[in-house]
């Protein structure tokens, strides 16, 4: 069992940045990896950014690469750092844990499909 639990949140202006947090718990050595997941307004939810806990390997969704960073941190926590921000990047944000398949290279896979612990969610707005 893994919990995980979002923070950092809120709004920021177009071009911006802001950095999420990601707090685990639990049964942290069986989730292997940790995924930030996207859902704007109306849409469904979009992995943008993985890790693995095991080989520190990350992946990264077209849309972000280049402007996002995801990174392990001490104390179980695994932050994205969100950078040049656009409109469309205004929803929620989730956290989740699990042990996905990997991709070669030992990277974690995008899907949702994959993650069984997740986070309630945080909101981010961007605004011009």
């Known amino acids: 069992q893994v919990q995980a639990v979002e923070s950092g949140g809120g709004g920021v202006q177009a071009g911006g940045s802001l950095t999420l947090s990601c707090d685990l718990s639990g049964d942290i050595d069986k989730r292997v990896c940790v995924a930030w997941f996207h859902q704007a307004p109306g849409k469904g939810r979009e992995g943008i950014a993985t890790v693995s806990l095991r080989s520190g390997a990350t992946e990264y969704a077209d849309s972000v690469k280049g402007r996002f960073t995801i990174s392990q941190r001490a104390g179980n926590t695994v932050t994205l750092e969100m950078n040049r921000v656009k409109d469309d990047e205004t929803g929620m944000y989730y956290c989740?844990?699990?042990?996905?398949?990997?991709?070669?290279?030992?990277?974690?896979?995008?899907?949702?499909?994959?993650?069984?612990?997740w986070g309630q969610g945080i909101q981010v707005v961007v605004s011009d």
């Open positions: 989740a844990a699990g042990t996905a398949v990997v991709l070669k290279g030992g990277r974690c896979r995008t899907s949702s499909e994959y993650y069984r612990f």
